[in-house]
């Protein structure tokens, strides 16, 4: 006799984090995934020039560690990071204007991670975080995983505006102010210095984290440096400064790092500890190598001249391949060209045709924590040669034609 054991109904699984749920994806990233063919010039990502990655010499730090040092190399390091880098950051920092000793950075896996831990250290679910209009993508996610509510400071041309920015403290009381002052992402804007400085007396005046994201600032084409917003007076003690080596370096080794007063370090590390326990050590090793043997200030001078030139090609074609009425503003560094066309334009619906075009750029509607203004649009102008950069830019005139049923 064969006896059936009853249907049995499986309970439902819990539901997700109420963040995870509301947090949406990268539009950039789906971006990349369907652009993803090789006949497509891509101005949609932010990504480095492979072709001017030093491999060699990277390649050469990693074998001189593995070979000296594999029982350290390949084993598990402090969460604060390996000395030797921690120790060469700090000189590069205080080389550039601000006073930094090791034990004042922590080396995280990427600075995209240190937005992380400082979202974790610093914010509670509802408080209020300010950001620049438009802001870095990844930063309006991590804020808003965070459960932050993200307020927009109105900008212009030349970034944050400080007057608006004293008014939105005192009304909002906010928690940190995030911003990217020099070649901004997307806007390629750079903050004056006396605005960095009226910044840092607002957050003096009124209580205020500051936390100053750098990873484009040493990618300058031309002009002057302005010094960080760290260095003013009455900053120091409130500034978060955060930088990576992946645009002068290499993104694959996630090197990043915060500099940050020693409280808040000490729960960045704790919160790392958390996340990773520590970012690899064999990577860590082998970046403060390169910076013993190599000499990364040349490597970054050439890249950067590449880039001018890429710059350039891409200025150069933006009349011809944009709408009459279009405008864009000219970076002095970094790696993107912010362009707004006409009223009556939506960048998200034109996408559609003009990626049938074979190229892509990124719509500028997800960059805003606020109403976004959808005739905005963001294009890298790094990965490709001035050649390519024509081309792609024949070919989006064309498909903005076509979409505006210009035949």
Request: charged letters at 20%.
């Amino acid at each position: 006799m064969t006896v059936t054991e009853p249907a049995r109904t499986a309970a439902p699984l819990p539901p997700l984090a109420a963040r995870a749920a509301a947090v949406g994806g990268s539009p950039v990233r789906d971006i990349l995934a369907v652009t993803a063919r090789p006949e497509v010039i891509n101005f949609a990502g932010g990504l480095p020039a492979p072709g001017l990655f030093d491999g060699e010499g990277i390649a050469a730090a990693f074998r001189a560690v593995l070979e000296e040092m594999p029982e350290r190399a390949l084993q598990y390091a402090t969460t604060e990071g390996e000395p030797a880098l921690r120790t060469a950051i700090a000189a590069r920092t205080t080389a550039r204007g601000l006073p930094t000793d090791a034990d004042d950075v922590l080396v995280t896996t990427g600075s995209q991670q240190a937005l992380s831990l400082l979202a974790t250290a610093l914010v509670e679910p509802g408080d209020t975080v300010l950001v620049e209009n438009p802001c870095y993508l990844a930063a309006l996610q991590a804020f808003a995983f965070a459960g932050a509510r993200v307020v927009p400071v109105p900008c212009d041309a030349s970034g944050i505006d400080p007057t608006a920015l004293e008014d939105l403290v005192a009304l909002h009381r906010p928690k940190l102010l995030y911003t990217v002052p020099t070649f901004q992402n997307p806007t390629g804007r750079t903050l004056p210095a006396d605005r960095r400085a009226a910044i840092a007396r607002v957050a003096e005046r009124l209580g205020l984290w500051i936390v100053e994201d750098d990873p484009y600032g040493e990618l300058r084409f031309e002009g002057e440096r302005a010094p960080w917003i760290a260095t003013y007076s009455g900053a120091g003690d409130r500034t978060v400064l955060l930088s990576s080596f992946s645009k002068v370096m290499a993104p694959g080794l996630r090197l990043g790092w915060l500099r940050a007063p020693a409280g808040l370090l000490r729960a960045c590390a704790v919160a790392k500890q958390a996340a990773d326990l520590h970012t690899p050590t064999v990577n860590q090793l082998a970046a403060a190598r390169y910076l013993a043997d190599r000499d990364l200030d040349a490597h970054v001078a050439h890249v950067a001249g590449v880039y001018r030139e890429r710059r350039d090609a891409m200025l150069a074609g933006l009349a011809d391949a944009l709408p009459e009425g279009s405008s864009w503003l000219r970076p002095e560094g970094g790696m993107f060209v912010w362009a707004k066309l006409p009223d009556g334009h939506d960048t998200t619906e034109l996408l559609r045709t003009v990626i049938t075009h074979d190229v892509a750029y990124v719509p500028g509607a997800p960059f805003f924590a606020g109403e976004p203004d959808r005739t905005t649009l963001r294009m890298c102008f790094v990965t490709q040669t001035p050649d390519e950069i024509a081309e792609g830019l024949r070919r989006l005139g064309r498909a903005l034609e076509v979409a505006s049923g210009e035949n």
